[in-house]
């Protein structure tokens, strides 16, 4: 037997242990307040990751029963050279572990290189950065994402059709699609939709129920820590300082509630990383949502100007009504 | 009442933005990149669906500027609602119905405003109905005709 099972099954044994130390121990007031519906947010001290896969191994256990399980063929969809199949159900590629797919919803990415005269190699834990105002969650079309009260962002699989808008407008491309499941089999399969989509939901039943997600739960290094966002920002600034350090996805797409802090910059690391389908880069990113936002507001002040702009125009034109009402008045025999 | 040609100009600034509105609405669904639409030249800003939003938004802004304008007019020139044919009564109401859902699927978009699934769902399906209300009460409209104002 490898070490490395030896280890995860070790971890797997005290998984209990550790849920029944995080419920009555340290980690309970954050929990509480996650059951309490106060924003939640991750701190990710990538000083420390081995990329030992732990935290994969437990997302991939804890989230099977949400796992895709398309029956039959895939649907003929049309037009096919516009719509791709993404298959992702074969054994093999179920267990590709090293980018996201819908089987896996958290993959480790691995920087290595030279900054300020000294070779560095830093392990960074990639999933869904769970935005703050996410555009997955407002912009989709028929409102299968959605964002919980504690700020862990969903899509709902029974009514997500698959049509991959989320990972469009997600700066990072996170969601990740599976044919020939959901709701889009039902209306019109061939037309419209193509699957579900799929990516990190903080474990939100673990939460619900009190406890920790597992990728947070199960790592040995203590890499990550959850808590109510105010208090984590804070100690990721802290640690930031207290290591010369950088911290990543605080003002990143208007802000995030995944905050990684790293003794190297981040461009440094993003040009370090494989990047590319699944592999989400590190790059600083503008908020998608402020511009729409800002015609949302000019769109809630328009009817001022309209009404305005009638007062104007048309007060005279009344005046004209009513001198024209008196006249006829006047003329009316008794 | 036959109308000024300044009233005839924002009707039909109202009916292009509505057309657009319309377009860019349906354009928020995964479709136009998949049906080609967005392959036409001069519309390939309609596959990208920031873009697509923000000329929804701009055109909503549009519509409910126009809508006010026209709703305060006619108080202020004293229309009653029945001097209005049964078509543009429908018309009112859909536009009314799409302009405020359209308004509070906005507001949503707010990073302070968390919907949950139900209203978030709601939100959305009532404007994309009210869209198709106004869609098929404005076709109803050209096809039938519609009555002058009565005054």
């Given amino acids: ?334 | 009442m036959k109308p000024s040609r300044s009233s005839r100009g924002l009707n039909w600034l109202f009916a292009a933005a509505l057309l657009v509105a319309l377009f860019t609405g349906f354009g928020n669904m995964p479709l136009y990149g998949r049906y080609y639409i967005a392959d036409i030249p001069g519309f390939q800003w309609s596959g990208n669906f920031i873009a697509n939003l923000k000329v929804h938004l701009v055109t909503g802004a549009l519509l409910a500027t126009l809508a006010a304008y026209s709703l305060v007019g006619s108080v202020r020139r004293k229309y009653k609602w029945s001097d209005f044919s049964a078509s543009q009564k429908l018309l009112r109401i859909s536009v009314v119905l799409v302009l405020v859902s359209g308004l509070l699927a906005g507001l949503k978009n707010f990073a302070f405003l968390t919907p949950g699934l139900a209203l978030n769902m709601t939100l959305t399906f009532f404007h994309l109905g009210t869209a198709v209300l106004v869609a098929v009460v404005g076709i109803m409209t050209l096809v039938i005709g519609k009555k002058k104002v009565a005054r």
């Fill in chain 1, 1 to 334: 037997m490898s070490p490395r099972l030896t280890r995860r099954s070790f971890l797997k044994a005290g998984a209990l242990t550790a849920d029944a130390v995080a419920s009555a121990g340290l980690q309970a007031p954050r929990t509480a307040a996650a059951a309490g519906g106060q924003e939640l947010c991750t701190l990710l001290d990538i000083r420390k990751c081995i990329a030992c896969g732990e935290c994969v191994s437990a997302c991939r256990e804890v989230n099977e029963q949400k796992f895709p399980e398309p029956q039959g063929a895939m649907p003929d969809m049309l037009p096919h050279n516009r719509v791709k199949i993404a298959d992702w159900s074969a054994p093999e590629k179920r267990e590709i572990d090293h980018r996201l797919t819908p089987y896996n919803w958290l993959f480790i990415q691995t920087a290595e290189g030279r900054f300020k005269g000294k070779d560095f190699e830093i392990n960074i834990p990639r999933r869904c950065m769970h935005c703050r105002n996410a555009p997955c969650s407002k912009l989709c079309p028929f409102g299968a994402a959605f964002t919980q009260p504690n700020g862990i962002i969903r899509i709902h699989p029974e009514v997500c059709m698959g049509g991959a808008k989320c990972k469009q407008v997600c700066p990072w491309h996170i969601p990740e699609r599976q044919s020939g499941v959901g709701l889009h089999l039902n209306p019109l399969p061939q037309y419209a939709g193509n699957g579900v989509m799929y990516k990190c939901d903080r474990c939100y039943h673990r939460i619900a129920d009190g406890k920790v997600p597992a990728c947070v739960e199960v790592c040995p290094e203590d890499v990550q820590q959850i808590g109510p966002r105010d208090a984590i920002a804070a100690q990721a600034y802290d640690l930031a300082k207290e290591i010369d350090g950088y911290v990543y996805g605080d003002k990143e797409n208007g802000g995030t509630n995944t905050l990684y802090v790293s003794p190297v910059p981040f461009d440094v690391l993003n040009k370090a990383i494989e990047k590319g389908p699944g592999e989400p880069h590190l790059k600083s990113v503008a908020d998608v949502m402020a511009a729409p936002n800002r015609w949302a507001t000019a769109l809630a002040v328009a009817p001022v100007a309209g009404v305005l702009g009638a007062l104007a125009r048309f007060k005279p034109l009344a005046t004209n009504l009513e001198a024209e009402k008196e006249d006829n008045d006047e003329t009316q025999p008794e």
